[in-house]
Nanobody, 125 residues
């Protein structure tokens, strides 16, 4: 069974930086295509970024482009989200997800088969 565990969330000030991690374990497949999503209170889950299985292609939501960077280390079964110049509107629970289609880049939550439990990011002064 594939398990995803996020970490690295916390309380930061506007303009600060933060790095989230997502460790993938279990399952016979992989490396998976991976994605980051977020959900703020009262809002729908929102796409943030995705990276293909070899880590050569990435795609970002317009709201984070130029500020966030997704990367992965397949030797550690880990994906990262480097968040720079964070804003209050980045406040949300951040989820990582795994897509069995390794070379697909998709922003559609339904394409992802496995999900982590989420990590809270709060941006406030």
């Amino acid at each position: 069974q594939v398990q995803l565990v996020e970490s690295g969330g916390g309380l930061v000030r506007p303009g600060d930086s933060l790095t989230l991690s997502c460790v993938v374990s279990g399952g016979a497949g992989g490396p998976y295509g991976m994605g980051w999503f977020r959900q703020a209170p009262g809002l729908e889950r929102e796409f943030v970024s995705t990276i293909d299985s070899p880590g050569t292609s990435t795609y970002y939501a317009d709201s984070v482009k130029g500020r966030f960077t997704v990367s992965r280390d397949n030797s550690k079964n880990t994906m990262y989200l480097q968040m720079n110049s964070v804003k209050p509107e980045d406040t949300a629970v951040y989820y990582c997800a795994a897509d069995p289609i390794q070379l697909r880049l998709t922003a559609t939550p339904e394409s992802y088969e496995y999900w982590g439990q989420g990590t809270q990011v709060t941006v406030s002064s």
